[in-house]
């Protein structure tokens, strides 16, 4: 096909450590559906199925390395943990940082309107680079160069995650020594009506309790229990994290 962006495919090529045995896999990877529209190429196709196939090995590749990463967790914070290095954002971040973004193929109206640019393209292809690699070699293969283009997960999820977390972190301050299941929340009372009520939640160390808050809600209230027992246990330890 004409209009291949050489010099950028080989750039992200090096920057996967992978050189494509089948380069049209990779070229369907970055062919946007609007680089078809402008030239009437039906029988060439775009992305889009790429992205669905990228889409499971990703969901895959990362459920496997954050279930041994996270030996304690459950599969909640699991589920939580892999929305977080899947959402849309995240992932544009990686086509930007891999230089997927200077590979697309899009149509001249799509390329002037910012189409190079825009959140949703960078996320399909994305997705569709990862199909495309898994078809081009194997699991073992996609897994190796997926993981080392996310790096440290757990730097990742760090930059990520909400900063005020207070469960989780009182959740990851205490796991390792006492258990997932080490906390218990505890609902100690409700007042005012019902279109303010206050609730006042204990938090548990498996029996030792550890603080109390109040909120107009069940989850704001076990925030603030959350809350005041990091304190506490920050003071039992003499003030070090």
């Known amino acids: 096909m004409d209009d291949l962006p050489s010099a950028p495919l080989a750039a992200l090529q090096r920057r996967l450590n992978y050189s494509f045995r089948h380069p049209e896999l990779l070229d369907r990877a970055v062919t946007h559906p609007s680089f ?12 889009q199925r790429l992205e669905f196939l990228g889409d499971a090995v990703l969901q895959l590749v990362l459920t ?12 909640g914070n699991l589920s939580t943990r892999r929305s977080s290095l ?3 954002v995240f992932l544009v971040q990686l086509a930007r940082e891999t230089g997927l973004d200077a590979c697309l193929r899009m149509g001249l109206s799509e390329e002037a309107s910012g189409g190079r640019a825009k959140a949703g393209a960078l996320e399909d292809a994305f997705e569709a680079l990862i199909g495309a690699l898994f078809l081009d070699s194997d699991y073992p293969t996609a897994r190796r160069v997926l993981l080392a283009v996310y790096g440290d997960i757990p730097a990742r999820l760090a930059a990520v995650e909400p900063a005020d977390n207070p469960k989780g ?3 990851e301050s205490i796991h390792l020594a006492h258990g997932v ?6 609902v100690v009372s409700v007042a005012g009506p019902d279109h303010a009520r206050v609730f ?3 938090v548990f160390l498996l029996e030792r309790p550890l603080g109390r808050g109040r909120g ?3 989850k704001l209230a076990e925030e603030a229990a959350a809350r005041t027992a990091l304190i506490t246990l920050e003071k039992g330890s003499g003030g070090k994290s």
């Open 216 to 218: 107009s809600s069940k």
């Open 200 to 202: 006042e939640i204990e």
């Open 36 to 47: 078809l529209q402008d030239r009437n190429a039906e029988k060439v196709e775009n992305y």
């Open 86 to 88: 899947v959402r849309g």
């Open 64 to 75: 496997e390395r954050l279930y041994a990463l996270y030996p304690e967790d459950r599969e």
């Open 169 to 171: 972190r009182l959740q």
């Open 181 to 186: 299941n080490a906390l218990r929340y505890e």
